[in-house]
């Protein structure tokens, strides 16, 4: 293993892990600021979606820091869960607000 694949294991590996649900938060967000007069209900649920993505993104990216850490593993995946959630809830809400 030479030093640019070090660099890459220990520095670009955690960023780039974490960019996966924290692209899904990105999306919760942006359907937020798009979808005008919309429930407040529905608002919250996307916040929450976009929290739970982003709190999983920050799990990851700690994981993939401290792997010996399992909890962080664990917390990512409920986090990951909750957020997928949120988000099929919020799709269900939207079809029933509209």
């Known amino acids: 293993m030479n030093m640019s694949d070090e660099f890459e294991e220990k520095f670009i590996k955690p960023i780039i892990n974490a960019c996966y649900p924290g692209t899904l938060a990105g999306l919760s967000l942006a359907v937020l600021q798009i979808t005008l007069n919309i429930p407040a209900y529905l608002k919250i649920v996307l916040l929450a979606s976009a929290l739970a993505f982003t709190m ?7 994981y993939s820091i401290y792997p010996a850490r399992k909890k962080l593993w664990t917390l990512s995946a409920m986090s990951f869960l ?13 079809f029933v607000a509209l």
């Open 82 to 94: 909750s957020g997928l959630s949120c988000s099929i809830l919020a799709i269900v809400l939207l």
């Open 56 to 62: 999983s993104a920050f799990f990851i990216f700690f």
